[in-house]
């Protein structure tokens, strides 16, 4: 099945089932207000106000509803219909005037649909295979696994890393995602939204932001809201729906939907949806926000062609709390789908990620619209890692500079080189943007940031992750060494890793075990190519000994089993062994959990 989606600023098309393209457009005020009617969009009119004005008597004078009224800015929001907007005129009223326009979003391909029933279990190599269990590193919190479909993207913007050294996941950071609503009955969403009293709908004008089903919009917002959930799993997320089932909407409800993000004290706001014109009542709400300490992360459209960014994302240079994000594959290379040039700010895998989808299955989405969350659940990551207002406040430059900083940076480019445009000076030619997403870069280039050590109440492993620079509680053989993984510091978590050379080994004998319970040994595995093999393996826990290889892989993988320990055993043996070939091979993060 092939549709053509053409209605929406952005026109893409999409093999198998598709999720959505979508429209939006919002009236925005603090107070609230009707939506829109369907066949009137209407205007928007900006007014000066002062300390002294009131809400009534402008309304009263003006005409129509307030939608913002913002007495830090001096100036006021107010909807008229075009019928009140053409009396006002002919009064010779002389305000700014905004016609309501479309935004929209796009995309998106949802393709091969899983089901959901074997349970958050069926998704393989989740957060308890990245960081010794939540039990270990979360204090015991029942938080579902992720997609293993996404282990590559993960990989590729060190998401893995970042929760290996992660302490606080998110928590108490609301995020606000404004977009075709979500289904708030997905299990993935089971403690993890906030209240309902704060759910906001501004197409129906109630508080019930479940995504209809039928429309070609269908699943874009619950897709949107479970990646941020993949990055930052101890966020909030706040439901705001702005787009109809067809993905269409106003200026009027994201603006509505910023200033009640804000008032109900989200953090970030997640908007994955644009528009080719400027706005100024957008700038003034997306300005509102940033006075409250709100960072909004914006997708910059699906049109595969330079300098065909939408707003707010085309923004991100302009305004200090815009991020914009465009669309990069696996190798970071530009998605064929993502607008790009000058204004982009930054990148993230947007080709075919997997996140949650209405009627709890999931599904295989691609566009900008999903690249855009990842990079807001970093920010939630990184405003709950750090404890100083100030910089939570200046979360912008840090993750700008965990951009900038990275050997990657030179790499994409040179990937990239047709968005290389403008002289550098130097006879070469400056690019297009800051940098790719690097969750733990940005997460080590916070103030004041401490990386969590992986000593939790069931991870047996001592300096699994051996920053400590020595092998304590390891006994090894053979030349085995402690240092940077590669020569580009690709070490898979903290600044080191464990490497082996040659027929070098390095095993622990772990204590504590309980008889008669399964384990899960866990370690990531990286060996330089064909012909080299590295086994990780357990004994001596009253069985067989067992064990599992990483072959000719040069990228780091990782790699579990598990034990059953016997019913008079309450240690085990864990080992890693290079097998086969004679060049360096690297291990970190090695965990033994409870199963």
Not at 63 to 85: F, M
Not at 109 to 125: C, D, I, R, V
Not at 162 to 187: L, P, S
Request: aromatic content about 12%; glycine content about 12%; proline content about 3%.
């Amino acid at each position: 099945m092939k549709d053509t989606f053409c209605q929406s600023i952005w026109c893409i098309r999409t093999g198998l089932l598709l999720a959505a393209v979508l429209l939006f457009s919002a009236c925005g005020g603090l107070n609230g207000g009707p939506p829109a009617g369907a066949t009137d969009p209407g205007y928007i009119i900006t007014v000066k106000i002062s300390a002294s004005d009131t809400q009534e008597a402008t309304q009263q004078k003006y005409g129509g509803t307030i939608l913002s009224w913002y007495s830090d800015q001096g100036i006021a929001h107010l909807k008229l219909s075009t019928a009140e907007h053409a009396a006002l005129m002919s009064r010779g009223v002389s305000v700014q005037s905004t016609a309501n326009g479309a935004l929209s979003s796009p995309e998106v391909g949802a393709n091969g649909f899983n089901s959901w029933a074997g349970g958050f279990n069926s998704w393989a190599g989740g957060f308890n295979s990245w960081a010794g269990g939540w039990n270990s590193w979360a204090g015991g919190s029942n938080i579902p696994d992720s997609p293993g479909e996404n282990n590559k993207v993960f990989m590729q913007v060190r998401l893995p890393q970042a929760h290996a050294i992660a302490r606080k996941f998110g928590e108490g950071v609301k995020v606000a995602v404004v977009d075709t609503g979500i289904d708030t009955a997905h299990q993935g969403f089971v403690g993890r939204l906030a209240p309902s009293s704060e759910w906001r709908d501004f197409i129906e004008n109630d508080n019930n932001p479940m995504e209809p089903s039928g429309g070609s919009a269908y699943g874009h917002g619950t897709a949107a809201a479970g990646l941020v959930l993949q990055v930052a799993p101890k966020a909030t997320i706040l439901p705001i729906r702005v787009l109809n089932s067809n993905g269409q909407g106003n200026l009027d409800h994201v603006i509505l939907a910023i200033n009640h993000a804000v008032n109900t004290g989200a953090k970030i706001i997640n908007l994955s949806l644009g528009a080719f014109e400027w706005y100024q009542p957008l700038v003034d709400a997306i300005n509102f926000a940033g006075s409250r300490g709100v960072w909004v992360v914006a997708s910059v459209g699906n049109q595969g062609k330079k300098d065909e960014i939408t707003y707010p994302g085309r923004w991100g240079w302009w305004l200090s709390n815009v991020i914009g994000v465009g669309s990069v594959d696996s190798d970071d290379k530009l998605s064929k789908f993502s607008s790009f040039g000058a204004d982009v700010f930054t990148w993230a895998p947007g080709n075919d990620v997997t996140s949650y989808y209405p009627s709890n299955r999931t599904a295989k989405v691609r566009g900008t619209s999903f690249a855009a969350p990842l990079v807001a659940g970093a920010l939630a990551l990184a405003y709950s890692e750090t404890t100083y207002d100030w910089a939570r406040s200046d979360l912008k430059s840090y993750f700008q500079d965990s951009l900038e900083n990275q050997s990657l940076w030179y790499n994409l480019y040179q990937a990239n080189s047709s968005w290389c445009s403008v002289s550098d000076g130097l006879g070469g030619l400056w690019c297009h943007g800051a940098g790719r997403l690097d969750i733990e870069r940005f997460l080590r280039s916070l103030p004041g940031f401490s990386p969590a050590s992986n000593t939790g109440t069931l991870d047996f492993v001592r300096n699994g992750s051996f920053e400590s620079g020595s092998f304590a509680s390891w006994t090894t053989s053979g030349a085995v060494s402690i240092s940077w993984v590669d020569w580009w510091g690709e070490f898979f978590a903290g600044a080191n890793g464990a490497r082996i050379n040659g027929t070098g080994s390095l095993e622990q004998t772990i204590t504590g075990l309980a008889p008669n319970t399964t384990y899960t040994l866990t370690a990531w595995l990286k060996v330089d190519g064909s012909g080299e093999s590295l086994l990780l393996g357990a004994r001596n826990f009253g069985g067989s000994e067992v064990g599992v290889s990483a072959t000719g892989s040069t990228d780091w993988v990782q790699r579990s089993l598990d034990f059953k320990t016997g019913a008079n055993n309450t240690s085990a043996v864990v080992f890693i062994r290079k097998t086969a070939g004679w060049q360096a091979a690297f291990a970190d993060l090695i965990t033994v959990t409870r199963k």
